[in-house]
Each structure stands twice: as structure tokens, then as C-alpha cells.
């Protein structure tokens, strides 16, 4: 028992933390409990990272707790498998759910790497990933990260998922982990060990996933994303169609890492790139000004009828108004040719109906 909290089983040990499932025992909901052995730094910095991403992409932070000068942070506890397990399940994933993955782990990053100075995971791998039951990928375990300004930290990470040219520590890092997890979810295969094989060949993939792995695999940091916003941005404009790359398809034959002729290929995927958007922006603007004609046309047709049924009703309405009340007036059409009786006694003239007419005269008399 730590504070309100009552352990239910140990799920997982690090070089610095244990993590238990543990139980409220107020509210009876299930929570991680990560129990940190003599690293108050990475408590800290964990629970600093969880309150910045507040549950996006990442377990909501629920509590803290001092337990015998031991650092405990409570959060949420995430059902499901590590990406690790998942992929021993599935060795190879389909391109669109890889995408997905992929997005998931990198919209957890944006917070960190937009934050001023920027945070940088540093240890990105499957087993620090989570798999929900509701297929969500999401990261956990954030002692390891480091801001970018501090120098006296130690960097952690695993072989095989960190860079081995960089020299400072950046959020190319990040970027260059999760397009090693990028290839591993596509192929099975982890791509150094893929490369010492030389079957590292992504060329059967379409086009625009072959680029954005390239890209964030490169040996060279200046030529990697420079953060999660801009890969993320990659990878779904070119998913939805915007960003296309064909360039240079014969030149890489699927080798993502590969520095030879990458600068001329780079500027010859550039120059059909804008030329490609540029297009598609003349046509685009063209489909909005034809619909926009159609659109206006279509409305002024159907004001139009609408007007005119409105004044045909009306003058019909007004019509009938008229003939109703000329009709008690003059209810037989041949009034004016009937016949008038004179009365000399009142020197006035009646009609059939016995009224007086006013307006008689002599000459409707000779008629």
C-alpha cells in the first residue's frame, strides 16, 4: 500500500523504476504506479513531460507521491501490448496502419519538439511504445528526455534506433528513431541489420513512403525532418495526394540510406514537386471558378422562376379579385344592352333589376 493506492501486481522493471499496477482504493479504478529508484530527476522531468502532452499521444498524469524518499508517479493505466509484442504478431504491417503507427507516435512528439527550448525523446523504440486496444499508438516512459540547452544530462539510448554520426544531441534523433520504426513495421526487419545484409530495398512501396523513410533515416542530420511537425506534415499531405515524389526512383532503388547523388536527385524531385503543385493550384482554382459559375447560374435560374411563379400567382389572385367584384356589380355581362323602363312620374330610368341608371343618355335609349 503507497498512500491511497494498493498494489495489484508488478508489470514492468527499468534500470531506474519499477512499474505496478496498482488499484484507487477511493474510486476502484486501475492505474500505473512507476516507482523511481534514486533518479528524482527523471521523476521530475516525467511528470514535467506528462503535464506539457496532457494525454495526447501519452498517459494522463493522475497523481505524485513521496513514499519513503521514493518518487512514485501515478497515471494512466494503458491497456494493450507494447509495439515490440505487436509486432512479433504481425511482422509485417500493412503500409496504411503503418502510417497510422507512425502518426500517432509523431502528433506525441509535436508538444515536445515545438516546446521552447525543444524536448527531445531520445530513446525511441517499440518496447516504449504502446499499443491500445483501440489501436492508438502511444508513448510512455519519459524519464530519458532531455531539453535541448542541457548539456550536463546523460542521453540515453538503444542501439540499433539512435543515430551514430550525430554530435549534438536534436530532435533529428527522435526523427531518425521513427523511421527506423517506420521501416521495421513495413518489413519485419530491423534496418541495420537489413543494410549488412543488403536487402534493405523499399522499393516496392509506393513512392511518397519510400522518400519520407529515406528522409528521416538519412546519415546526415541536416538532411533529416527537423522536427515531428515537419515529417508529420510529410507524410500525411503526401498520403492525401499533395506531395507526390517520383524523382529519382532509378537512382535509389529502394537503398534508404544511401548518399550517392542524393543532392542532384533532391533538386530534380524539387523542380517536379513545384511544377506538379503549381498545376494542381491552376487547376484547383479552375474546378472552384467553373463550380462557382454553375453555382451562381443554378441560383439566378432558380430566383428567377421562383419571381415569376410569384408574380403569375399574384396577378391571378388579383384577377380573380377583380372579376368577383365586378361580377356583383355587373352580374350579366349584356347589362349595358338591356333594356331601360322610363318613368315619367320621376323622370329616371330603371334597368331589369328595378336600379336607377345615372348614366344613362339618349343615345344608349336609341340603341
Not at 531506474?16 to 528524482?40: E, G, H, P, Q
Not at 492525401?240 to 537503398?255: C, L, M, P, T
Not at 396577378?315 to 318613368?343: C, H, Q, V, W
Request: a neutral charge; proline letters at 3%.
Amino acid at each position: 500500500m503507497i498512500a491511497c493506492y494498493e498494489i495489484v501486481k508488478k508489470i514492468g522493471s527499468g534500470g531506474r523504476s519499477d512499474v505496478y499496477l496498482v488499484r484507487n482504493i477511493n474510486t476502484k479504478m486501475l492505474m500505473a504506479m512507476k516507482v523511481y529508484r534514486n533518479a528524482t530527476k527523471e521523476a521530475e522531468r516525467e511528470v514535467e513531460i506528462l503535464k506539457l502532452l496532457g494525454g495526447k499521444g501519452a498517459p494522463f498524469l493522475i497523481d505524485r507521491v513521496e513514499e519513503e524518499g521514493k518518487t512514485c508517479v501515478v497515471m494512466e493505466y494503458l491497456e494493450g501490448m507494447t509495439l515490440r509484442d505487436y509486432i512479433r504478431m504481425h511482422p509485417v504491417t500493412s503500409w496504411e496502419k503503418s502510417v497510422s503507427i507512425i502518426g500517432d507516435i509523431l502528433a506525441a512528439l509535436i508538444p515536445m519538439h515545438m516546446n521552447e527550448p525543444p524536448y527531445v525523446y531520445g530513446d525511441i523504440k517499440p518496447e516504449n511504445i504502446m499499443i491500445t486496444k483501440t489501436g492508438q499508438a502511444r508513448l510512455f516512459d519519459f524519464g530519458s528526455v532531455v531539453r535541448e540547452d542541457e548539456k550536463d544530462r546523460p542521453v540515453y539510448g538503444t542501439v540499433g534506433y539512435m543515430p551514430k554520426t550525430d554530435e549534438k544531441i536534436g530532435c533529428e534523433r527522435d526523427i531518425y528513431g521513427v523511421g527506423i520504426i517506420f521501416y521495421e513495421l513495413l518489413t519485419g526487419n530491423i534496418l541495420s541489420r537489413a543494410v549488412e545484409k543488403g536487402s534493405a530495398d523499399i522499393s516496392h512501396f509506393p513512392s511518397w513512403v519510400s522518400r519520407i523513410m529515406q528522409k528521416a533515416v538519412h546519415i546526415r542530420k541536416e538532411e533529416r525532418y527537423k522536427n515531428a511537425s515537419e515529417m508529420y506534415a510529410a507524410l500525411f499531405n503526401a498520403e492525401n495526394g499533395y506531395d507526390i515524389d517520383k524523382a529519382g526512383k532509378k537512382s535509389r532503388q529502394g537503398d534508404i540510406i544511401t548518399e550517392s547523388g542524393y543532392r542532384e536527385v533532391n533538386k530534380e524531385r524539387k523542380s517536379k514537386r513545384r511544377n506538379h503543385l503549381m498545376g494542381r493550384k491552376i487547376k484547383d482554382r479552375g474546378n472552384v471558378y467553373v463550380a462557382e459559375v454553375k453555382r451562381v447560374a443554378l441560383s439566378g435560374l432558380l430566383k428567377g422562376f421562383m419571381i415569376f411563379a410569384f408574380v403569375y400567382f399574384a396577378m391571378s389572385i388579383f384577377n380573380n379579385t377583380l372579376e368577383a367584384k365586378a361580377g356583383t356589380i355587373y352580374p350579366d355581362e349584356e347589362y349595358i344592352y338591356e333594356e331601360y323602363r322610363y318613368e315619367e312620374s320621376e323622370d329616371t330610368y330603371y334597368d331589369t333589376y328595378g336600379r336607377k341608371d345615372l348614366f344613362y343618355d339618349d343615345s344608349m335609349h336609341n340603341r
